[in-house]
C-alpha cells in the first residue's frame, strides 16, 4: 500500500503523466457506456442518420418508459424480474446446498464420503458450455422450458461453492465442535448458532459473486426460454433486434442495455470489498 | 486433512449432501455422460433410432475441414483476447500502482465493467461499429477508411477480440495491481538507490516476483476465451462472415441447436471436456506448487 513516502513514486510532470496515463485508460473503458447512455436519451432519427450526437438529448424519460413498459417483444421490467428471480435462484440455492453438503463432508464420517467429494471435485471442471445439448434434452423431458427451475437448477449443479466452504470450515477451531457437544448440543444446532454466523463474511462474498454469474448469463436462458415473458434481460437484448434489413431501434435497445447493466454494477460497486474478497476466494 | 471432532450419525449427513447429490446428478452427470455415449453414435435422420460408429465421429471431426478452421480461430482469438487484456491490464496496473493517492479511486473506476455482461459487451461495441450508424464506423470513413465487419473476416475478428478483451481489464486489473502492491517497496528502492532505472527494475524484480500472478491470469484468461464469450459472438457476429469468428464453443451451439447435427455437437462437446480438464489440471498443478513453496 502507499502510507510510505518512497523515492520511486512519481512526482511532478511525472505524476501528470501517470495520472493522464490512467485517465485515458478508464476513458476507453468508459466510452462505450458513455455512447449507450447517450444513444438511449435521443430520439432514433438522430440515430439513423450519422454521426449521432455524442451529449445526451432530452427522450430520456420517453425511451426508458418505452423499453420498461412496452419493449419490443416482451415489456422490460418483465425480463428484469425474470434476470432477478433467476440471479436470486442461482445465489441463493448454490450457496444453501454447498453449505449443508460441505457441513456434511467436514463434520461428519460418512460411507461414501471420499467418493462424494472427487464426484464434486470433478464438477469444477465443467462449464455447462460443454454439455448444453443433453442437459438441454434433459430439462425438456422434465417439461421445465421456459420454467424458473429449468433457468436455476443446471446453473446450481457445480461444485465450487461447496469446495469454497469446505475450505473454509477446515480452519473453524475444533474447540467450537468440542464445546457444543460438550454442551449437548447437536449438530445442527452447531450449523446454525455457530457455523452459519461465522461464516458470515464468507457467504456475502460469495453471493456477489453468483449474484452476478447469474444475471449475466446468456447461452442457457437462449436455449431454454422461448416465450419472450421468461426472457432473461441479458439474453433479451439480441432478440430486439430485428430481421433481415429493417433498422433496429436503437434508443430503446440502448436503454435495455443500460437497464440491464444497472444492477450487477450496483452490486459490484457498492460492495467492492466483498467483491475482491470473493473474487480471490473463488479462485484459490 | 480431517476434523478432529465430528459429530456421530450416518443418515443426517447423507440427507445433508442429498440436495447436492441429487441436483449434481441429474443436471451434471448425466448430461455429461450423454455426451459422451452420444458421441459413439449417429442419430438417423428422423431422431428415431441411433447408429452406433464408435470413434466414427471424431474421425469425423478431425478431418473436417472446418472443423480444424474453429480450432485455428479460437487459438488465435483467445491468444488475442488474453494478449489484449492483460496487455492492457498490466499497463494500468503499473501506473497506478506508481500513485501514493489515488489508486483506490482509479480502481473503484476501472473495476466495475467486469459487472457487464459479455453479451451486453458485444450489443454495445456493435452499436460504435454498426455499418449504417456506429460512430466509429463513420468516423473512420471520414479518414477515408470503410469499416465493414460484417463482410470483412479479419475486421470481425478484432471487433469480437476488442469486445471480449473490454470487460475482462477489470478482473485482470485487479490481480495485477494486487500482485504488484504485494511486492516490498525496500526490494524497489533498493534497486533504484543502485541506479537501476524504471526498465531495468521491471525487467530484473518486478515481472519474475509477478510470474505467478502473469501465469494464474493466462490460465485463467483462455479459459474465458474459450467459454464465456459466446455471447460477444453471438451478439456481433453469429460466428460469420465465413466461419471467420466460430470459437469452438459457438460450433457446438450451432451445429447442436442450429443444425441438428447431435452426434457431432457431443463429438465436439467431448473434445472441450478434455482441453478444459486439461487447462484446469495446469491450473491446480501449478497452485499445489506455490503452496509447497
Known amino acids: ?284 | 486433512m480431517e476434523k478432529r471432532v465430528t459429530f456421530k450419525g450416518i443418515w443426517l449427513p447423507l440427507l445433508l449432501v442429498l440436495p447436492q447429490i441429487l441436483i449434481t446428478a441429474i443436471f451434471f452427470f448425466y448430461p455429461a455422460g450423454q455426451a459422451i455415449w452420444q458421441s459413439l453414435f449417429i442419430p438417423d435422420p428422423f431422431g428415431l433410432s441411433m447408429q452406433w460408429v464408435g470413434l466414427g465421429n471424431f474421425e469425423y471431426l478431425l478431418s473436417d475441414r472446418y472443423y480444424r478452421a474453429s480450432f485455428v480461430t479460437t487459438a488465435i482469438f483467445s491468444i488475442l483476447v488474453t494478449v489484449v487484456s492483460m496487455g492492457v491490464a498490466l499497463y494500468l496496473a503499473i501506473l497506478a500502482d506508481r500513485l501514493i493517492k489515488g489508486s483506490g479511486t482509479y480502481r473503484t473506476l476501472l473495476i466495475w465493467p467486469y459487472a457487464v455482461a459479455p453479451a451486453v459487451a458485444g450489443v454495445l461495441w456493435l452499436f460504435m461499429f454498426n455499418t449504417r450508424v456506429g460512430v466509429v464506423t463513420w468516423y473512420l470513413g471520414l479518414l477515408g477508411y470503410d469499416w465493414n465487419h460484417v463482410l470483412n473476416e479479419g475486421e470481425a475478428m478484432g471487433l469480437v477480440v476488442v469486445a471480449s478483451a473490454w470487460g475482462r481489464i477489470s478482473y485482470n486489473f485487479l490481480f495485477f495491481l494486487a500482485g504488484l502492491q504485494a511486492i516490498p517497496r525496500s526490494v524497489i528502492e533498493a534497486a533504484a538507490i543502485d541506479g537501476a532505472h524504471f526498465w531495468t527494475r521491471f525487467r530484473t524484480i518486478v515481472w519474475p516476483l509477478l510470474s505467478p500472478t502473469t501465469f494464474f491470469l493466462l490460465v485463467v484468461n483462455i479459459i474465458y476465451a474459450f467459454f464465456e464469450t459466446f455471447g460477444v459472438i453471438h451478439t456481433i457476429t453469429s460466428g460469420g462472415p465465413q466461419q471467420a469468428t466460430t470459437i469452438l464453443v459457438y460450433k457446438v451451439y450451432s451445429d447442436g441447436f442450429v443444425g441438428q447435427d447431435l452426434g457431432s455437437s457431443a463429438a465436439q462437446s467431448v473434445i472441450l471436456l478434455v482441453i478444459v480438464s486439461l487447462l484446469t489440471v495446469i491450473q491446480f498443478k501449478y497452485i499445489e506448487r506455490r503452496v509447497h513453496y
Open chain 1, 1 to 284: 500500500m502507499a502510507e510510505q513516502t518512497g523515492m520511486v513514486e512519481k512526482r511532478g510532470a511525472g505524476l501528470w503523466l501517470t495520472h493522464l496515463g490512467l485517465i485515458i485508460g478508464v476513458a476507453f473503458i468508459f466510452f462505450p457506456i458513455w455512447l449507450a447512455f447517450v444513444a438511449s436519451t435521443v430520439s432514433q432519427p438522430e440515430i439513423v442518420r450519422p454521426p449521432m450526437p455524442l451529449l445526451p438529448g432530452d427522450q430520456f424519460f420517453e425511451n426508458y418508459s418505452k423499453a420498461l413498459t412496452a419493449g419490443i417483444n416482451a415489456p422490460v421490467a418483465l425480463m428484469l424480474g425474470n434476470s432477478l428471480f433467476m440471479a436470486l435462484g442461482i445465489a441463493i440455492g448454490k450457496i444453501a446446498i454447498s453449505l449443508l453438503s460441505a457441513f456434511a463432508i467436514v463434520y461428519f464420517k460418512f460411507p461414501g464420503k471420499k467418493l462424494f467429494f472427487w464426484l464434486i471435485f470433478l464438477t469444477l471442471m465443467l462449464p455447462v458450455e460443454v454439455r448444453i445439448v443433453p442437459t438441454y434434452e434433459v430439462i425438456a423431458n422434465f417439461g421445465m422450458l421456459n420454467s424458473y427451475q429449468g433457468l436455476i437448477l443446471p446453473l446450481i449443479a457445480s461444485a465450487t461453492a461447496t469446495f469454497l466452504f469446505r475450505q473454509f470450515f477446515m480452519t473453524v477451531p475444533d474447540e467450537l465442535a468440542e464445546a457444543a457437544r460438550v454442551d449437548g448440543a447437536g449438530p445442527m444446532r452447531f450449523f446454525f448458532d455457530i457455523l452459519l454466523p461465522m461464516s458470515r463474511t464468507n457467504i456475502a462474498a460469495l453471493f456477489v459473486i453468483l449474484f452476478i454469474y447469474g444475471w449475466n448469463q446468456y447461452l442457457w436462458p437462449l436455449l431454454i426460454t422461448t416465450d419472450p415473458s421468461m426472457n432473461t434481460i441479458v439474453m433479451g437484448i439480441k432478440q430486439m433486434f430485428p430481421s433481415g434489413d429493417d433498422i433496429a431501434d436503437w434508443p430503446v435497445i440502448m436503454a435495455t442495455s443500460i437497464l440491464a447493466m444497472i444492477p450487477p454494477v450496483i452490486v459490484v460497486v457498492g460492495m467492492q470489498k466483498l467483491f475482491i474478497r470473493g473474487l480471490v476466494e473463488s479462485e484459490k
